[in-house]
Structures are given as C-alpha cells and as structure tokens.
T-cell receptor
Framework: GQQVMQIPQYQHVQEGEDFTTYCNSS?????IQWYKQRPGGHPVFLIQ?????EVKKQKRLTFQFGEAKKNSSLHITATQTTDVGTYFC?????????????FGQGTILTVHP | SAVISQKPSRDICQRGTSLTIQCQVD?????MFWYRQQPGQSLTLIAT?????????ESGFVIDKFPISRPNLTFSTLTVSNMSPEDSSIYLC??????????FGQGTRLTVV
C-alpha cells in the first residue's frame, strides 16, 4: 500500500499565527484525504483532493495537492484556539475503498491564546 | 453521513483477559474497518470486516489476537484477546459512505493493567 510522511510532528503557535502541515509520498497518489482529531475525540473528515495541483479552501483552511500528486499541504490562516488538535493526512491503503486508509504520523497543533 | 455507535467508550482490563468492542452503524454499509491508535500515535488499520466473509487482516495483525465478527451490514465486533499492557490503545471502527470519506466511531479507550 501507499505510504505517506507527515511533518512537522508538533507545532506550537500563538493565536493569530498561521500553521502549515505537509505530507509527502515517494509514489504518485490517487487521492489524499485530510482529517482533524480534537483532543480526546475521533478523526473527522475535512476534505479529499484528487486532481493534480488542486487547491481547495474551507474558510481559513487551504488544502493543496502537488502537481505530481506526491505531496499535499494544509494551511490554516490566523489560527484560533478552536483549531487545536491533530491533523492527519491519509491515503488509500489498497483497492478502491475510501475507508481503507493509511494515515500520516499527524501534526499536533497547539494554539496559545 | 453515517452515524456510528461504538461501545464501550473506555475500559480497564486485567492482562490475560479479552475485551469485545461493538460497532453499530445507522445504515447498511459494505465494509467496516477497525483501527488502532496507540498513545500519542497515528491510526493503524487492523482489518477490514466484510459481511459474509472472514475479515482481512493487515500485516502485523492476526485473527487469533483480534477476532472480528460481521454478522450483518450494520454491525461488527472486534475482540482484543489475551490482553497485555502493550494492547493499551484507542480502538476505532470506521465505515465509508457514498461520499469519499471515512466516518469514525467515538473510539474505545482500552487500558490493560
């Protein structure tokens, strides 16, 4: 199955600062998903990227898929305390099932008020 | 979107015993997935549970340790057998819906003492 490396492992920011997490693969990805897990919670789907060079926005969140479909990023503008949590990228672990996933290591975001 | 009820939400178990985790979905789904999230770590896929056939296990996971049942299209169980402290983790079930995303249960936080 496909593997993906995610950096950084931790990110501490002051409220209002920006935040970015990156995922990289050595192979071309068919798609990539992003999830957020609040402390003590379960992963919640944010978005899926499929097309080369795709950019999608959700309010203060911007998701990008690289031209070669080997990397992706999640950028949060002007972080808020509600953004605290762990952000995971995830890729298909095999087959066509969207639910069978290999997760990146995750980036733990801490926002200081 | 699928709604998943997972129980128990947490348990503390003695080593050498077994725990069965239940996952109930509010709609019929073809595939259900079981993940493990060790403390401070990412999610790792344990197995895929298909109705009417044996579960498919990922590398490093075996049926004797993690037997899975899938009696119908809305329900699955995962048993953690002969537990040791190394089994202390969060166990999550997930499903895929018509949309390209995975939905997760609330998770079972297992502590083995």
């Amino acid at each position: 199955g496909q593997q993906v490396m995610q950096i950084p492992q931790y990110q501490h920011v002051q409220e209002g600062e920006d935040f970015t997490t990156y995922c990289n693969s050595s192979t071309t990805l068919s798609n990539i998903q992003w999830y957020k897990q609040r402390p003590g919670g379960h992963p919640v789907f944010l978005i899926q990227l499929v097309k080369s060079g795709e950019v999608k926005k959700q309010k203060r969140l911007t998701f990008q898929f690289g031209e070669a479909k080997k990397n992706s990023s999640l950028h949060i503008t002007a972080t808020q305390t509600t953004d605290v949590g762990t952000y995971f990228c995830a890729v298909n672990a095999g087959g066509t099932s969207y639910g069978k996933l290999t997760f990146g290591q995750g980036t733990i975001l801490t926002v200081h008020p | 979107s699928a709604v998943i009820s997972q129980k128990p939400s947490r348990d503390i178990c003695q080593r050498g015993t077994s725990l069965t985790i239940q996952c109930q979905v509010d709609s019929q789904v073809t595939m259900m997935f079981w993940y493990r999230q060790q403390p401070g770590q990412s999610l790792t896929l344990i197995a895929t549970a298909n109705q009417g056939s044996e579960a498919t296990y990922e590398s490093g996971f075996v049926i004797d340790k993690f037997p899975i049942s899938r009696p119908n299209l809305t329900f699955s169980t995962l048993t953690v057998s002969n537990m040791s402290p190394e089994d202390s983790s969060i166990y999550l079930c997930s499903v895929e819906d018509d949309e390209p995303e995975a939905f997760f249960g609330q998770g079972t936080r297992l502590t083995v003492v």
